[in-house]
């Protein structure tokens, strides 16, 4: 059974501790059980009710009016609210974490279709995909749920991010005016989501791209950039290499492909000093979205030109 302190259920719906803290004294919201130090911990239902709670709130109902709905009528109205038509991201993102909890996979497929019919694919995985993948990630680090909510998940994206990149044609290598992408993942690093968005992303924009995928070693990206000549070449590093390598990685890449711009997304990237130069590390997606259009054929994209 899953345990959650109250930090979690402020990171998992978005709604403040002292706001929790206040529902569950006035109205009786939530049913924590105590440790033996007298800490609160809170349970599956607490956090499916907090969501479905949270949703309808969220969407101007008062939380004296909310209270009085059974865990049906809460549930039921909560994914009412989620089939509209609607601006804010919180009540989809709540259906998305609730559905997560459950394993519930045809509806997660229903609310990403429906979402990426209104959004569009890029829109969706950076409001919705990614931030739900963080909210999973709070519960299973702290030991309170398995991976499997979180695996689901990220198969899912995987799967709508690949079959909308097919859907999308090919450029031509003949076109010489369209900038070359090179993406790959290092030797030991298998957390292919965010190259498969910028794969998306790219393709979407008529770039041309390489998609190499995961776990490559460093001679095998050399000698394709050595082929296929790229204006850029792109990786995410999150697990891999070992947080004291990457620096000597990264020079390495430069100096075997001095023609290319390097560039590195991911948390070990921004939290490594002493880069070379040609080597622009990328803190999120939205950032590596904006500079798509400024990486032209021919031309080094330096991080200051920003």
Not at 257 to 269: I, R
Not at 274 to 295: K, N, Q, S, T, W
Request: charged letters at 20%; glycine letters at 6%.
């Amino acid at each position: 059974m899953a345990h959650y302190s109250i930090s979690d259920l402020e990171q998992l719906s978005g709604v403040k501790a002292h706001t929790i803290r206040i529902w569950e004294q006035r109205y009786n919201l939530l049913k924590p059980s105590r440790t033996a130090t007298n800490i609160r911990t809170y349970g599956e239902a607490d956090l499916r009710r907090l969501l479905n709670v949270a949703t309808l709130c969220g969407r101007g109902q008062r939380i004296s009016q909310v209270v009085r709905l059974s865990e049906e009528e809460c549930q039921m109205a909560a994914l009412a609210l989620c089939n509209e038509v609607q601006p804010a991201d919180g009540p989809r993102l709540n259906a998305l974490m609730s559905a997560s909890l459950d394993l519930d996979e045809p509806r997660l497929h229903r609310l990403f279709d429906e979402a990426i019919g209104e959004l569009g694919t890029e829109d969706t995985l950076l409001r919705l995909g990614y931030p739900l993948l963080q909210r999973l990630a709070v519960s299973w680090k702290a030991g309170s749920l398995s991976l499997a909510q979180e695996r689901l998940v990220a198969q899912l994206l995987r799967q709508e991010l690949m079959a909308s990149a097919d859907a999308l044609p090919l450029i031509p290598l003949s076109q010489a005016d369209a900038p070359r992408w090179l993406l790959f993942l290092p030797e030991g690093e298998w957390q292919e989501l965010a190259l498969l968005f910028m794969n998306y992303a790219l393709r979407a924009r008529g770039r041309q791209v390489l998609y190499l995928g995961p776990n490559l070693p460093l001679a095998d990206v050399v000698a394709a950039a050595q082929a296929f000549r790229p204006t850029v070449l792109a990786t995410v590093l999150t697990t891999a290499p070992a947080r004291g390598q990457v620096q000597s990685f990264a020079a390495a890449l430069r100096a075997q492909c001095p023609e290319a711009t390097v560039m590195l997304f991911g948390s070990l990237a921004v939290q490594t000093a002493g880069l070379p130069e040609g080597c622009m590390p990328l803190a999120c997606l939205h950032e590596f979205r904006d500079l798509i259009p400024f990486v032209n054929q021919g031309v080094k994209l330096e991080l200051a030109e920003k």
